[in-house]
């Protein structure tokens, strides 16, 4: 029997390969996060009739007005995260299919994660223990308020772009912890990573991007 997570064809090993190689010709330089990005099965998490562009490089409709993120994006950012990383937490906002999780999960040791629409969560949940990936806790709720229970957290990723920096993220960061966010309004959003110092924080542009938008409320 054929196990699904390897996929056949038009997902196969030699395409993801093809994929790998082509976010290191874009710059990608960690050999975890490249090793995530192949071993990760993107086709499991759209659905069946786009699996044979799973692993194109680009964001891919996953319905209720949400997107799977191009391979690079989720790359970059994570590699972002990690670069330095001496901690152990990291909160999620925008969970979405869970592809973002599953490549991060293993690179830490407790991802908190964030998503609004419960209906997507819940299958999320499910794909994510399919795929045996249990250091996750999931909550529903507002992106904007972050997941205060469990912080400050030494990262904070953010799969959708709020207009501008929510400061209860801000808050929510551990003394040297840094936070990799998309802002701006759609067409002219800018991935940003913040990082948190004793008494200021830094901020580097990591260049243009486009997410869908960080909407407020439940």
Same mark, same amino acid.
Request: charged fraction near 25%; hydrophobic fraction near 40%.
């Given at each position: 029997?054929?196990?699904?997570?390897?996929?056949?064809?038009?997902?196969?090993?030699?395409?993801?390969? %093809?994929?790998?190689?082509?976010?290191?010709?874009?710059?990608?330089?960690?050999?975890?996060?490249?090793?995530? &990005? %192949?071993?990760?099965?993107?086709? =499991?998490?759209?659905?069946?009739?786009?699996?044979?562009?799973?692993?194109?490089?680009?964001?891919?409709?996953?319905?209720?007005?949400?997107?799977?993120?191009?391979?690079?994006?989720?790359?970059?950012?994570?590699?972002?995260?990690?670069?330095?990383?001496?901690?152990?937490?990291?909160?999620?906002?925008?969970?979405?299919? #869970?592809?973002?999780?599953?490549?991060?999960?293993?690179?830490?040791?407790?991802?908190?994660?964030?998503?609004?629409?419960?209906?997507?969560?819940?299958?999320?949940?499910?794909?994510?223990?399919?795929?045996?990936?249990?250091?996750?806790?999931?909550?529903?709720?507002?992106?904007?308020?972050?997941?205060?229970?469990? #912080?400050?957290?030494?990262?904070? &990723?953010?799969?959708?772009?709020?207009?501008?920096?929510?400061?209860?993220?801000?808050?929510?960061?551990?003394?040297? #912890?840094? =936070?990799?966010?998309?802002?701006?309004?759609?067409?002219?959003?800018?991935?940003?990573?913040?990082?948190?110092?004793?008494?200021?924080?830094?901020?580097?542009?990591?260049?243009?991007?486009?997410?869908?938008?960080?909407?407020?409320?439940?």
């Amino acid at each position: 029997m054929i196990d699904a997570r390897q996929g056949i064809g038009m997902t196969s090993r030699r395409t993801r390969d %093809r994929l790998v190689q082509r976010l290191i010709d874009q710059g990608i330089q960690n050999g975890a996060v490249l090793e995530q &990005i %192949r071993n990760v099965p993107r086709h =499991l998490f759209v659905d069946e009739a786009l699996a044979s562009r799973a692993y194109e490089d680009t964001a891919l409709p996953i319905g209720l007005g949400q997107t799977i993120s191009q391979p690079y994006v989720v790359a970059r950012m994570t590699e972002a995260l990690l670069d330095g990383f001496e901690g152990e937490t990291v909160l999620e906002i925008g969970t979405g299919c #869970g592809y973002q999780t599953a490549v991060l999960s293993p690179l830490v040791k407790k991802v908190y994660t964030v998503e609004r629409i419960p209906e997507l969560l819940r299958k999320t949940k499910q794909r994510l223990r399919d795929l045996d990936i249990y250091n996750v806790q999931f909550k529903p709720g507002d992106g904007w308020e972050g997941w205060p229970k469990y #912080g400050p957290y030494d990262g904070i &990723i953010v799969t959708a772009a709020p207009s501008e920096l929510p400061e209860k993220l801000l808050q929510q960061l551990a003394p040297g #912890g840094r =936070l990799v966010i998309p802002v701006g309004p759609p067409g002219i959003q800018d991935l940003v990573k913040i990082t948190k110092r004793n008494d200021h924080f830094e901020q580097v542009s990591l260049g243009a991007v486009s997410f869908v938008p960080l909407v407020k409320g439940k």
